[in-house]
Protein backbone atom coordinates (compact mmCIF):
# COMPACT_ATOMS: atom_id res chain seq x y z
CA UNK A 1 0.00 0.00 0.00
CA UNK A 2 0.94 3.49 -1.01
CA UNK A 3 1.00 6.57 1.51
CA UNK A 4 -1.14 7.59 -0.58
CA UNK A 5 -3.54 4.87 -0.24
CA UNK A 6 -3.16 4.69 3.23
CA UNK A 7 -4.08 8.07 3.46
CA UNK A 8 -7.18 8.28 1.87
CA UNK A 9 -7.60 4.81 3.78
CA UNK A 10 -9.10 7.01 6.70
CA UNK A 11 -11.54 8.75 3.97
CA UNK A 12 -15.01 9.17 5.60
CA UNK A 13 -18.64 8.64 3.67
CA UNK A 14 -18.62 12.60 3.79
CA UNK A 15 -15.69 12.54 2.25
CA UNK A 16 -13.54 13.49 5.32
CA UNK A 17 -10.78 12.38 7.01
CA UNK A 18 -11.51 10.70 10.75
CA UNK A 19 -9.59 7.55 12.74
CA UNK A 20 -10.15 4.01 12.48
CA UNK A 21 -10.89 2.85 9.00
CA UNK A 22 -12.34 6.22 8.31
CA UNK A 23 -15.38 5.77 10.43
CA UNK A 24 -15.59 8.43 12.49
CA UNK A 25 -14.70 11.77 11.14
CA UNK A 26 -12.28 13.78 13.49
CA UNK A 27 -11.86 17.74 12.51
CA UNK A 28 -8.27 18.00 13.36
CA UNK A 29 -7.29 15.24 11.26
CA UNK A 30 -9.20 16.19 8.26
CA UNK A 31 -7.01 19.37 8.31
CA UNK A 32 -4.04 17.84 8.26
CA UNK A 33 -4.89 14.69 5.59
CA UNK A 34 -5.54 17.49 3.13
CA UNK A 35 -2.60 19.26 4.11
CA UNK A 36 -0.54 16.35 3.18
CA UNK A 37 -2.47 15.81 0.46
CA UNK A 38 -1.70 19.40 -1.47
CA UNK A 39 1.97 18.89 -0.27
CA UNK A 40 1.62 15.50 -1.73
CA UNK A 41 1.11 17.08 -5.37
CA UNK A 42 3.56 19.22 -4.92
CA UNK A 43 5.81 17.16 -4.24
CA UNK A 44 4.26 15.20 -7.57
CA UNK A 45 5.06 18.53 -9.09
CA UNK A 46 8.39 19.80 -8.08
CA UNK A 47 10.21 16.53 -6.88
CA UNK A 48 10.75 18.17 -3.92
CA UNK A 49 9.45 17.78 -0.20
CA UNK A 50 7.45 20.80 1.36
CA UNK A 51 6.47 21.96 4.59
CA UNK A 52 2.73 20.98 5.71
CA UNK A 53 1.71 24.23 7.22
CA UNK A 54 3.19 26.61 4.65
CA UNK A 55 2.47 24.79 1.05
CA UNK A 56 5.76 25.43 -0.04
CA UNK A 57 8.74 23.31 -1.19
CA UNK A 58 11.80 23.25 0.92
CA UNK A 59 14.89 23.99 -1.46
CA UNK A 60 18.10 22.41 -1.21
CA UNK A 61 19.00 20.58 1.73
CA UNK A 62 16.70 20.31 3.94
CA UNK A 63 17.18 22.37 6.84
CA UNK A 64 15.67 22.09 10.30
CA UNK A 65 12.35 23.90 11.11
CA UNK A 66 12.31 27.25 11.20
CA UNK A 67 12.04 28.43 14.77
CA UNK A 68 11.67 32.11 15.93
CA UNK A 69 14.34 33.73 18.19
CA UNK A 70 13.89 35.74 21.33
CA UNK A 71 14.88 39.24 20.71
CA UNK A 72 17.96 40.41 22.34
CA UNK A 73 15.80 43.23 24.10
CA UNK A 74 12.29 44.44 24.35
CA UNK A 75 10.65 46.69 26.75
CA UNK A 76 8.78 45.94 30.14
CA UNK A 77 4.85 45.31 29.82
CA UNK A 78 3.21 48.12 31.19
CA UNK A 79 0.15 48.97 33.35
CA UNK A 80 -3.21 50.21 32.58
CA UNK A 81 -3.66 53.15 35.23
CA UNK A 82 -7.25 52.95 37.01
CA UNK A 83 -9.25 56.02 35.00
CA UNK A 84 -9.81 58.58 37.76
CA UNK A 85 -13.02 59.60 35.85
CA UNK A 86 -15.05 57.85 32.75
CA UNK A 87 -13.77 58.45 29.70
CA UNK A 88 -15.64 60.42 27.60
CA UNK A 89 -16.41 59.31 23.80
CA UNK A 90 -13.57 61.31 22.18
CA UNK A 91 -10.85 59.82 24.67
CA UNK A 92 -11.03 55.90 24.12
CA UNK A 93 -7.84 54.09 24.68
CA UNK A 94 -5.45 53.70 21.77
CA UNK A 95 -4.33 50.40 23.64
CA UNK A 96 -5.86 47.93 25.77
CA UNK A 97 -4.07 45.58 28.58
CA UNK A 98 -4.59 42.18 28.84
CA UNK A 99 -2.67 39.38 30.77
CA UNK A 100 -0.82 36.16 29.10
CA UNK A 101 0.34 33.10 31.28
CA UNK A 102 2.04 30.21 29.35
CA UNK A 103 1.69 26.90 31.35
CA UNK A 104 5.08 24.39 29.56
CA UNK A 105 5.56 20.60 30.39
CA UNK A 106 8.67 18.56 30.10
CA UNK A 107 9.14 15.58 27.37
CA UNK A 108 7.59 12.45 28.40
CA UNK A 109 6.72 10.86 25.79
CA UNK A 110 3.01 9.58 26.93
CA UNK A 111 0.28 11.19 28.79
CA UNK A 112 0.43 7.94 31.75
CA UNK A 113 4.43 9.49 32.74
CA UNK A 114 2.84 13.08 33.01
CA UNK A 115 4.30 14.47 36.52
CA UNK A 116 3.27 18.21 36.74
CA UNK A 117 2.98 21.20 34.46
CA UNK A 118 5.48 23.86 34.42
CA UNK A 119 4.85 27.71 34.46
CA UNK A 120 6.81 28.97 32.12
CA UNK A 121 6.06 32.40 31.95
CA UNK A 122 3.74 33.59 35.50
CA UNK A 123 0.46 36.09 34.57
CA UNK A 124 1.56 39.07 32.98
CA UNK A 125 -0.14 42.34 31.92
CA UNK A 126 0.64 43.42 28.09
CA UNK A 127 -0.23 46.41 26.96
CA UNK A 128 -0.80 46.31 23.03
CA UNK A 129 -2.85 48.30 20.61
CA UNK A 130 -6.27 48.44 20.58
CA UNK A 131 -7.62 45.29 17.98
CA UNK A 132 -4.45 43.32 18.15
CA UNK A 133 -4.79 40.06 18.15
CA UNK A 134 -3.91 36.76 20.51
CA UNK A 135 -0.36 36.62 18.18
CA UNK A 136 0.44 40.09 18.86
CA UNK A 137 0.51 39.03 22.76
CA UNK A 138 1.72 36.04 22.38
CA UNK A 139 4.89 37.05 20.45
CA UNK A 140 5.61 39.76 23.15
CA UNK A 141 5.58 37.58 25.73
CA UNK A 142 7.76 35.14 24.33
CA UNK A 143 9.50 37.71 22.61
CA UNK A 144 10.07 39.36 26.44
CA UNK A 145 10.92 36.31 27.97
CA UNK A 146 13.60 34.84 25.09
CA UNK A 147 11.83 31.39 24.57
CA UNK A 148 11.76 30.38 21.23
CA UNK A 149 8.86 29.23 19.47
CA UNK A 150 7.43 27.37 16.02
CA UNK A 151 4.54 29.33 14.20
CA UNK A 152 5.20 28.06 10.34
CA UNK A 153 1.72 29.11 9.03
CA UNK A 154 1.26 32.20 11.59
CA UNK A 155 -1.98 30.28 12.76
CA UNK A 156 -0.82 27.67 14.61
CA UNK A 157 2.49 27.27 17.63
CA UNK A 158 3.24 23.78 17.06
CA UNK A 159 6.51 24.21 19.15
CA UNK A 160 7.60 26.30 21.85
CA UNK A 161 10.34 26.37 24.18
CA UNK A 162 11.76 22.81 22.19
CA UNK A 163 8.37 21.12 23.32
CA UNK A 164 6.24 20.10 20.26
CA UNK A 165 3.30 18.46 19.30
CA UNK A 166 2.81 14.79 19.45
CA UNK A 167 5.93 15.06 21.38
CA UNK A 168 3.99 13.37 24.56
CA UNK A 169 1.31 11.43 22.93
CA UNK A 170 -0.68 11.16 19.45
CA UNK A 171 -3.26 13.87 20.81
CA UNK A 172 -0.55 16.28 22.42
CA UNK A 173 0.08 19.97 21.29
CA UNK A 174 -0.47 23.14 22.30
CA UNK A 175 -3.73 24.99 22.80
CA UNK A 176 -4.29 28.64 23.95
CA UNK A 177 -7.59 30.22 26.15
CA UNK A 178 -9.50 32.75 26.84
CA UNK A 179 -11.24 33.83 29.86
CA UNK A 180 -10.84 29.98 30.60
CA UNK A 181 -12.85 28.86 27.40
CA UNK A 182 -10.68 27.12 24.20
CA UNK A 183 -11.51 29.59 21.08
CA UNK A 184 -12.33 28.00 18.10
CA UNK A 185 -10.09 30.36 15.73
CA UNK A 186 -6.42 30.57 15.26
CA UNK A 187 -3.95 33.22 17.17
CA UNK A 188 -4.30 35.63 14.42
CA UNK A 189 -7.75 35.52 14.04
CA UNK A 190 -8.68 36.21 17.67
CA UNK A 191 -9.32 40.11 18.10
CA UNK A 192 -8.81 41.33 21.49
CA UNK A 193 -10.98 43.78 23.31
CA UNK A 194 -9.22 44.05 26.10
CA UNK A 195 -9.06 42.46 29.79
CA UNK A 196 -8.85 39.00 28.73
CA UNK A 197 -6.72 36.53 30.30
CA UNK A 198 -4.91 34.23 27.71
CA UNK A 199 -3.45 31.51 29.17
CA UNK A 200 -1.33 29.37 26.49
CA UNK A 201 -1.00 25.58 27.84
CA UNK A 202 0.31 22.43 26.74
CA UNK A 203 -1.82 19.43 26.77
CA UNK A 204 -1.18 15.55 26.45
CA UNK A 205 -4.98 15.02 24.98
CA UNK A 206 -6.47 17.53 23.56
CA UNK A 207 -10.04 15.24 23.15
CA UNK A 208 -9.81 15.55 26.75
CA UNK A 209 -9.81 19.23 26.52
CA UNK A 210 -13.17 21.98 26.96
CA UNK A 211 -15.08 22.47 23.86
CA UNK A 212 -13.27 19.20 22.46
CA UNK A 213 -16.85 18.59 21.27
CA UNK A 214 -16.45 21.55 18.70
CA UNK A 215 -13.74 20.02 16.59
CA UNK A 216 -15.51 16.66 16.44
CA UNK A 217 -12.84 14.29 18.36
CA UNK A 218 -13.85 11.30 20.19
CA UNK A 219 -12.23 11.35 23.92
CA UNK A 220 -8.92 9.18 24.44
CA UNK A 221 -10.30 6.05 25.89
CA UNK A 222 -6.78 5.77 27.67
CA UNK A 223 -7.05 6.17 31.41
CA UNK A 224 -4.94 9.00 33.21
CA UNK A 225 -2.65 8.13 35.52
CA UNK A 226 -1.96 12.22 36.81
CA UNK A 227 -3.96 13.40 39.70
CA UNK A 228 -4.51 16.74 41.77
CA UNK A 229 -3.44 20.13 40.87
CA UNK A 230 -0.50 19.09 38.49
CA UNK A 231 -2.95 17.19 35.96
CA UNK A 232 -2.03 14.47 33.55
CA UNK A 233 -4.49 16.58 30.38
CA UNK A 234 -4.19 19.66 29.39
CA UNK A 235 -7.66 19.81 30.60
CA UNK A 236 -6.53 19.42 34.19
CA UNK A 237 -3.90 22.04 33.60
CA UNK A 238 -6.60 24.77 32.63
CA UNK A 239 -9.25 23.52 35.17
CA UNK A 240 -6.61 24.36 37.65
CA UNK A 241 -5.53 27.78 35.90
CA UNK A 242 -9.03 28.93 36.29
CA UNK A 243 -9.37 27.70 39.54
CA UNK A 244 -6.58 29.80 40.65
CA UNK A 245 -7.87 32.28 39.22
CA UNK A 246 -10.86 32.40 41.91
CA UNK A 247 -9.91 34.45 45.03
CA UNK A 248 -13.49 34.22 46.20
CA UNK A 249 -14.96 30.81 45.17
CA UNK A 250 -18.47 29.17 45.60
CA UNK A 251 -21.95 31.65 45.35
CA UNK A 252 -22.84 29.81 49.08
CA UNK A 253 -20.04 31.85 50.53
CA UNK A 254 -20.42 35.22 47.97
CA UNK A 255 -23.75 35.35 49.12
CA UNK A 256 -22.80 35.44 53.24
CA UNK A 257 -19.64 38.35 52.81
CA UNK A 258 -21.06 39.53 56.49
CA UNK A 259 -20.76 36.16 57.66
CA UNK A 260 -17.61 35.15 55.99
CA UNK A 261 -16.23 38.31 57.43
CA UNK A 262 -17.10 37.69 61.06
CA UNK A 263 -17.20 34.57 61.73
CA UNK A 264 -13.55 33.34 62.56
CA UNK A 265 -12.40 29.77 61.40
CA UNK A 266 -8.72 29.05 62.55
CA UNK A 267 -6.68 28.69 58.88
CA UNK A 268 -3.27 27.88 57.69
CA UNK A 269 -1.66 26.59 54.23
CA UNK A 270 1.42 24.63 53.78
CA UNK A 271 2.94 26.77 51.11
CA UNK A 272 2.86 29.41 53.73
CA UNK A 273 5.87 28.20 55.86
CA UNK A 274 6.35 29.31 59.67
CA UNK A 275 8.99 31.69 58.84
CA UNK A 276 7.15 33.63 55.97
CA UNK A 277 7.19 37.16 56.59
CA UNK A 278 3.55 37.64 55.90
CA UNK A 279 2.20 34.18 57.52
CA UNK A 280 0.18 35.89 60.55
CA UNK A 281 -1.33 38.40 58.20
CA UNK A 282 -2.40 35.63 55.60
CA UNK A 283 -3.71 33.20 58.30
CA UNK A 284 -5.66 36.43 60.20
CA UNK A 285 -7.54 37.40 56.72
CA UNK A 286 -8.04 33.90 55.41
CA UNK A 287 -9.46 32.74 59.24
CA UNK A 288 -12.07 36.01 58.71
CA UNK A 289 -13.01 34.96 55.22
CA UNK A 290 -11.31 37.93 54.00
CA UNK A 291 -9.29 35.94 51.52
CA UNK A 292 -9.03 32.50 50.20
CA UNK A 293 -6.42 30.25 49.20
CA UNK A 294 -6.28 28.59 45.53
CA UNK A 295 -6.80 25.60 47.16
CA UNK A 296 -7.62 24.48 50.81
CA UNK A 297 -4.56 23.99 51.84
CA UNK A 298 -2.68 26.48 49.43
CA UNK A 299 -2.49 30.14 49.68
CA UNK A 300 0.10 30.89 46.56
CA UNK A 301 1.96 33.80 48.13
CA UNK A 302 3.96 34.60 45.81
CA UNK A 303 1.49 34.96 42.96
CA UNK A 304 0.35 38.04 41.52
CA UNK A 305 -3.00 39.81 42.57
CA UNK A 306 -5.82 40.61 39.89
CA UNK A 307 -8.05 43.11 40.02
CA UNK A 308 -11.23 41.15 40.62
CA UNK A 309 -9.38 39.09 43.27
CA UNK A 310 -8.69 42.48 45.23
CA UNK A 311 -11.74 44.33 44.93
CA UNK A 312 -13.07 40.58 46.55
CA UNK A 313 -10.71 40.84 49.04
CA UNK A 314 -12.04 44.63 49.87
CA UNK A 315 -15.86 43.56 49.48
CA UNK A 316 -15.28 40.91 51.78
CA UNK A 317 -13.23 43.01 54.29
CA UNK A 318 -16.32 46.04 54.40
CA UNK A 319 -18.76 43.65 55.22
CA UNK A 320 -21.08 45.26 53.41
CA UNK A 321 -24.15 43.16 51.70
CA UNK A 322 -24.24 44.53 47.66
CA UNK A 323 -26.24 41.07 46.50
CA UNK A 324 -29.18 42.53 44.83
CA UNK A 325 -27.15 45.38 43.44
CA UNK A 326 -26.86 44.85 39.61
CA UNK A 327 -26.76 47.70 38.10
CA UNK A 328 -23.34 48.09 36.85
CA UNK A 329 -22.21 46.13 33.83
CA UNK A 330 -19.51 45.45 31.45
CA UNK A 331 -18.98 43.16 28.63
CA UNK A 332 -16.37 40.80 30.38
CA UNK A 333 -18.20 40.45 33.89
CA UNK A 334 -21.21 38.14 34.00
CA UNK A 335 -24.10 37.78 36.96
CA UNK A 336 -22.62 34.24 37.94
CA UNK A 337 -18.93 35.27 37.88
CA UNK A 338 -17.49 34.64 41.33
CA UNK A 339 -16.34 38.55 41.51
CA UNK A 340 -19.64 39.78 39.90
CA UNK A 341 -20.99 41.05 43.32
CA UNK A 342 -17.66 42.42 44.96
CA UNK A 343 -17.29 44.15 41.18
CA UNK A 344 -20.71 46.08 41.30
CA UNK A 345 -19.95 46.98 44.51
CA UNK A 346 -16.68 48.46 43.77
CA UNK A 347 -17.71 50.42 40.93
CA UNK A 348 -20.92 52.10 43.08
CA UNK A 349 -18.64 52.98 46.29
CA UNK A 350 -16.36 54.38 43.63
CA UNK A 351 -13.43 52.45 44.75
CA UNK A 352 -12.69 50.91 41.58
CA UNK A 353 -13.72 51.51 38.08
CA UNK A 354 -13.22 49.72 34.29
CA UNK A 355 -10.17 49.62 32.01
CA UNK A 356 -12.60 51.50 29.86
CA UNK A 357 -16.16 52.22 29.46
CA UNK A 358 -17.00 48.66 28.31
CA UNK A 359 -14.44 46.62 30.50
CA UNK A 360 -13.59 45.93 33.67
CA UNK A 361 -10.52 43.42 33.09
CA UNK A 362 -10.41 41.07 36.06
CA UNK A 363 -7.94 38.82 35.34
CA UNK A 364 -5.47 42.33 34.73
CA UNK A 365 -3.05 42.08 37.48
CA UNK A 366 -3.11 45.07 40.21
CA UNK A 367 0.15 46.77 40.34
CA UNK A 368 1.12 48.65 43.49
CA UNK A 369 0.42 52.25 42.44
CA UNK A 370 -3.09 50.62 41.55
CA UNK A 371 -3.58 48.95 45.11
CA UNK A 372 -2.60 52.39 46.84
CA UNK A 373 -5.49 54.10 44.68
CA UNK A 374 -7.46 51.40 45.66
CA UNK A 375 -7.17 51.45 49.70
CA UNK A 376 -7.29 55.12 49.11
CA UNK A 377 -10.52 55.31 48.10
CA UNK A 378 -11.40 52.32 50.50
CA UNK A 379 -10.66 54.32 53.60
CA UNK A 380 -12.37 57.70 52.26
CA UNK A 381 -15.53 55.39 51.95
CA UNK A 382 -15.40 53.41 55.05
CA UNK A 383 -14.45 56.69 56.69
CA UNK A 384 -11.81 55.16 59.24
CA UNK A 385 -9.89 57.21 60.86
CA UNK A 386 -6.37 56.27 60.95
CA UNK A 387 -3.47 57.75 62.57
CA UNK A 388 -0.84 59.63 60.20
CA UNK A 389 2.90 59.94 60.68
CA UNK A 390 3.49 63.58 59.22
CA UNK A 391 6.90 64.69 57.64
CA UNK A 392 7.57 61.07 55.81
CA UNK A 393 10.49 61.07 53.14
CA UNK A 394 9.14 61.13 49.83
CA UNK A 395 10.05 57.84 48.10
CA UNK A 396 12.97 58.08 45.58
CA UNK A 397 11.27 57.28 42.46
CA UNK A 398 8.05 59.08 43.34
CA UNK A 399 8.80 60.79 40.13
CA UNK A 400 7.66 57.36 38.64
CA UNK A 401 4.75 57.08 39.95
CA UNK A 402 1.55 58.20 38.02
CA UNK A 403 -0.15 61.61 38.85
CA UNK A 404 -3.62 59.83 39.76
CA UNK A 405 -2.10 57.85 42.69
CA UNK A 406 0.58 60.40 44.25
CA UNK A 407 -1.56 61.71 46.63
CA UNK A 408 -2.80 57.96 47.21
CA UNK A 409 0.62 56.71 47.95
CA UNK A 410 1.72 59.80 49.92
CA UNK A 411 -1.30 59.05 52.21
CA UNK A 412 -0.69 55.65 52.82
CA UNK A 413 2.82 56.14 53.59
CA UNK A 414 1.77 58.31 56.34
CA UNK A 415 -0.85 55.83 57.26
CA UNK A 416 2.17 53.06 57.80
CA UNK A 417 0.05 51.27 55.48
CA UNK A 418 2.07 50.77 52.40
CA UNK A 419 6.10 51.34 52.61
CA UNK A 420 9.02 51.00 50.26
CA UNK A 421 10.84 48.12 48.68
CA UNK A 422 14.29 48.71 49.63
CA UNK A 423 16.29 51.78 49.59
CA UNK A 424 12.97 53.96 49.95
CA UNK A 425 11.64 52.90 46.73
CA UNK A 426 7.93 52.60 46.10
CA UNK A 427 8.34 50.78 42.49
CA UNK A 428 4.55 51.67 41.34
CA UNK A 429 4.92 49.84 38.51
CA UNK A 430 5.50 46.43 39.95
CA UNK A 431 2.74 44.02 39.85
CA UNK A 432 1.27 43.14 43.67
CA UNK A 433 2.07 39.79 45.08
CA UNK A 434 -0.89 37.87 47.60
CA UNK A 435 1.77 38.25 50.04
CA UNK A 436 2.22 42.01 49.98
CA UNK A 437 -1.70 42.19 49.98
CA UNK A 438 -2.59 40.70 53.32
CA UNK A 439 0.39 42.22 54.59
CA UNK A 440 -1.13 45.49 53.33
CA UNK A 441 -4.69 44.62 54.33
CA UNK A 442 -4.40 43.27 57.98
CA UNK A 443 -3.44 46.67 58.86
CA UNK A 444 -6.53 48.02 57.62
CA UNK A 445 -8.60 45.43 59.13
CA UNK A 446 -7.93 45.83 62.27
CA UNK A 447 -8.61 49.34 62.26
CA UNK A 448 -12.03 48.27 60.62
CA UNK A 449 -12.33 45.71 63.80
CA UNK A 450 -11.74 48.78 66.18
Not at 72 to 88: G, I, Y
Not at 371 to 397: P, Q, V
Request: charged share 25%; aromatic share 8%.
Amino acid sequence: MSTLDALLFFETPDHKIGYTNGQSENAMATEQGFRALVNYKAFKESGEPAYVYQFIPKSGVTPEPTVTPAPTASPNPTESPVPTSKPSDNDQPATITVSFKLIGDSHHEEPSKHKESETWIPATNYTVPKNATVKDVFEKALGDAHISYINRSGNYVSSINGLAEFDNGPNSGWMYMINGSHPSVGLKEYVLQGGEAILWHYTDDYTKEESSEKWGSKPNTTPSTSGGGGGGSGKADAQTDNKANEEAAPTSEATTNTQAASNTVQKSFTDVKADHWAKEAIETLASKGVIQGKSEIKFAPNEKVTRAEFITMLYRMSKEDAQNDNEVTFKDVKAEDWFAVAVNWGVKVEIIKGIDEENFGPQCLVTREQMAAMLARYIRYMKLELKAEENKEAFKDEDNISDYAKESVKTLQQYNIMKGKGKNSFVPKDQATRAEAAQILVIIFKQNEK
